[in-house]
């Protein structure tokens, strides 16, 4: 009913830049929210970034402050994860996340997920 798929991940040196997408597609009222998780081997998930639809207020984890940027296309149900500066620990699988309205009902959908690399 409700896909996101994730894509964009590969392999990048230190330092180095990537750009994360995901959309949405299905029967889709609405969206109230995206976020970003990563989950490294060996490590609990952790929430990277989060952003309202509605204002865009945004939210970081404390290590990827000031070198990840979450944005979003509203009318294309896309969100982006600009990640700069990259680091060997932002090595992860990357999952998008999306708090969305079909019809009448309300809950949290999982994309597929996305493989960053970062080499040292």
């Known amino acids: 009913q409700v896909q996101l798929q994730a894509s964009g991940g590969g392999l990048v040196q230190a330092g180095g830049s990537l750009r994360l997408s995901c959309v949405a597609s299905?029967?889709?009222?609405?969206?109230?929210?995206w976020a970003w998780y990563r989950q490294a081997p060996g490590k609990q998930q952790e929430l990277v970034a989060e952003?309202?639809?509605?204002?865009?207020?945004?939210n970081y984890a404390e290590p990827v402050k000031g070198r990840f940027t979450i944005s979003k296309d509203s009318a294309k149900n896309t969100v982006y994860l600009q990640m700069d500066s990259l680091k060997p620990e932002d090595t992860a699988v990357y999952l998008c996340?999306?708090?969305?309205?079909?019809?009448?009902?309300?809950?949290?959908?999982w994309g597929q997920g996305t493989l960053v690399t970062v080499s040292s």
């Open positions: 996340n999306a708090d969305i309205r079909v019809h009448f009902t309300r809950e949290k959908y």
């Open positions: 952003i309202i639809t509605r204002g865009g207020s945004t």
């Open positions: 299905g029967t889709i009222t609405g969206i109230y929210t």
